[in-house]
């Protein structure tokens, strides 16, 4: 089992920036693709970013792209996702994901294990 901890959200003017953490914990691998999605009210869960397990290769949407950067540091199982130029089109529940395979996914049916979400709420 893999427990994935999310943390970092909160309120934040439009403009402004936020960096979420996701810290992973149990049979944790390095190899595993972990991404972020998110969830705005009456919404899908959508893709965010993802980064590989083998070569660190990072995926965005491409409303992220430019503005979202993911990272993740293996001697601390934590991922993060830096978040700047937010939008009040960010606000969601942000969710960390760990899948067993190195290959980023942006299906969300894809991940066997989830966090419990950490709320962004952006105001314009």
């Known amino acids: 089992q893999v427990q994935l901890v999310e943390s970092g959200g909160g309120l934040v003017q439009a403009g402004g920036s936020l960096r979420l953490s996701c810290a992973a914990s149990g049979r944790t691998r390095s190899s595993y693709a972990m991404s972020w999605f998110r969830q705005a009210p009456g919404k899908e869960r959508e893709f965010v970013a993802g980064i590989s397990g083998d070569t660190g290769r990072t995926d965005y949407t491409d409303s992220m792209k430019g503005r979202f950067t993911i990272s993740r540091d293996n001697a601390k199982n934590t991922v993060y996702l830096q978040m700047n130029s937010l939008k009040a089109e960010d606000t969601a529940v942000y969710y960390c994901?760990?899948?067993?395979?190195?290959?980023?996914?942006?299906?969300?049916?894809?991940?066997?294990?989830w966090g419990q979400g950490t709320q962004v709420t952006v105001s314009s």
């Open positions: 994901a760990a899948r067993i395979v190195p290959g980023v996914s942006t299906s969300w049916y894809s991940y066997g294990y």
